[in-house]
């Protein structure tokens, strides 16, 4: 792996919810521009957008309509060429999003292939219903609730969609299929941009189109779930385009295991997996149980220990937020757990993700009723959990712990309207918190989480041994994770606490504070022998 991929520090943005610089209640471009100053001063080095691609927004731009053109809600051309330029100038990278597992079924492609003389039909997975069309062609479920198939009335087939019914499956048993890819690849990679975090990348090759084991959630996923076809492909992708550039790969990678992400990470530099984040869930992620600190503790470290090279995230514009969810999101406790989960996630060996509004403690989104969602996979599973008779109360404990909007809520900027967001209407309410959690307040709180951030983003910049070093968890009570980092003799110990609770420690760690939550500053010799509420601490060890 390439030095400065080892290096990165990504920070995600969800350009929608940035900042709107043209009023319409949408964050665009030219938002992300204006921020760059506030990025580089955070310390991060690469930025991954979420699409910015054409799209009908069915799922915000995760349904691509043309992949060489900007979604004209975000801006032009000019300015993403403008962003990447401005971002270069502070030693900032741009990785974009791949989606190709799907299009938008308004994409052109998707529109020639409904007629099956045309040579877009292979293009999409297209097969006649059973029962005379009547039934889908297999049982297969789709990520987002319901089946995977939707009928076509104009050709009378079906296609398949793993996830929405307007995102349609791309067919890779169709060589010139990965061919339109790598163009897709080269273009934005010729224009400048360092490399893309590749969505779903472990689906995209189907086996066969059997009937799949009846499942909870996912029927059919032994047919696809990372596929010898798919190594194909990402060998291909890695041989014939991405070895010609100096480039970042990240696939996000549904149902992996180490041994599966290991043989995955020989195609692409690090993956994205979801065990952690399994942790506080029983089946599937809309049934949620309380967070258990240990587990999640026991899966980082069996990640840890089992992948050569992590990305290691606590959230992003699909999961809940962090500090909401495994940390405590009232004002008592939101500073000192956002800033233990910040040190886990900084001092863990791998690459930190880290997703707008991480860094000054964002929490999840205050929604009154489905009218203020709008996410498609919300919509998708109220309507599924309806026909199941959920009772409305339960479906909406379910959506308001769950959805995806809760991480999706505009960037709150400062206390005015909006969060300093949009002068317009914004597309998804701001969080009602705004007035007092924003990055103006939280700069110049005495207990501020953007500076513990970039405390710990500076160390990671000046001690190999978060870079390089190996990891070895080391025994703590309940609730409290830690670790060490070694590398040429020199050493970094964290001891961070997820709990509410005081903790006496096994043993007393010593050494000299790199950062702390309660202790500062940084610099003294102590000898650490409980930890507080949420705290936690770095310490070098020589
Ligand atoms: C994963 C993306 O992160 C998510 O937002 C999207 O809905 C699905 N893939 C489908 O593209």
Not at 150 to 163: A, P, S, V
Not at 396 to 423: V, Y
């Amino acid at each position: 792996m390439k030095d400065w991929v080892k290096e990165a520090i990504v920070y995600q943005i969800y350009p929608r919810s940035f900042l709107d610089t043209n009023g319409d209640g949408i964050g665009d471009l030219p938002g992300i521009i204006q921020k760059l100053d506030y990025l580089r001063d955070l310390g991060v080095n690469a930025l991954w957008l979420s699409p910015v691609y054409a799209s009908p927004n069915d799922d915000n731009g995760y349904d691509i309509s043309d992949y060489y053109s900007v979604n004209p809600e975000f801006g032009t051309l000019s300015d993403l060429q403008k962003l990447i330029g401005e971002a270069k100038a502070r030693g900032i990278r741009i990785l974009m999003d791949l989606v190709i597992n799907h299009t938008s079924v308004e994409h052109p492609w998707f529109q020639a292939s409904r007629d099956p003389q045309s040579p877009y039909h292979e293009y999409y997975i297209w097969r006649e219903g059973l029962d005379g069309g009547k039934r889908p062609p297999n049982n297969w479920t789709s990520f987002f609730g319901g089946g995977a198939w939707e009928r076509d009335e104009q050709n009378g087939l079906y296609y398949l969609h793993l996830f929405s019914p307007k995102m349609a499956d791309l067919n890779y048993n169709h060589a010139p299929v990965a061919e339109e890819i790598k163009r897709i690849m080269r273009y934005w990679l010729d224009m400048g941009i360092a490399g893309f975090r590749c969505d779903v990348i472990n689906v995209i090759s189907k086996r066969t189109l059997q009937d799949g084991r009846k499942r909870f959630a996912l029927t059919g996923r032994e047919h696809y779930l990372s596929a010898e076809g798919c190594h194909t492909l990402l060998k291909s992708f890695r041989e014939d385009v991405l070895s010609e550039y100096d480039c970042f790969t990240v696939g996000e990678t549904v149902m992996v295991t180490p041994k599966t992400a290991n043989e995955l990470c020989k195609e692409l530099d690090m993956v994205f997996s979801f065990a952690h984040m399994e942790t506080d869930q029983i089946n599937n992620k809309w049934f949620k149980t309380r967070f258990k600190p240990h587990k999640f503790f026991n899966v980082l470290e069996t990640w840890q220990s089992g992948v050569a090279w992590n990305a290691n995230y606590f959230e992003n514009h699909d999961q809940p937020r962090s500090v909401s969810r495994f940390g405590y999101d009232l004002p008592l406790y939101r500073y000192y757990s956002a800033t233990s989960l910040a040190t886990v996630l900084l001092a863990l060996r791998g690459t930190p993700y880290i997703y707008a509004g991480q860094e000054i403690g964002m929490t999840n989104g205050y929604f009154t009723g489905m009218g203020d969602i709008r996410d498609t996979e919300s919509f998708n599973i109220n309507a599924l959990a309806k026909k199941l008779r959920f009772p409305e109360k339960f479906r909406w404990k379910l959506i308001m712990r769950t959805s995806r909007d809760n991480a999706r809520t505009p960037m709150q900027w400062n206390g005015g309207a909006n969060g300093g967001f949009t002068e317009g209407e914004p597309w998804l309410g701001v969080n009602r918190n705004a007035s007092y959690i924003n990055a103006e307040a939280d700069e110049n709180a005495e207990n501020s989480i953007i500076q513990y951030y970039r405390r710990l983003i500076l160390l990671r910049k000046t001690l190999p041994s978060l870079i390089d070093g190996n990891f070895t968890r080391l025994p703590a009570p309940a609730g409290v994770f830690a670790f060490r980092r070694e590398f040429e003799g020199e050493a970094v110990v964290a001891v961070c606490s997820l709990v509410k609770n005081e903790r006496a420690l096994f043993k007393p760690v010593s050494g000299e504070v790199l950062a702390g939550n309660y202790i500062k500053p940084a610099g003294n010799e102590i000898c650490l022998r409980s930890v507080r509420p949420y705290e936690a601490i770095l310490l070098r060890q020589k």
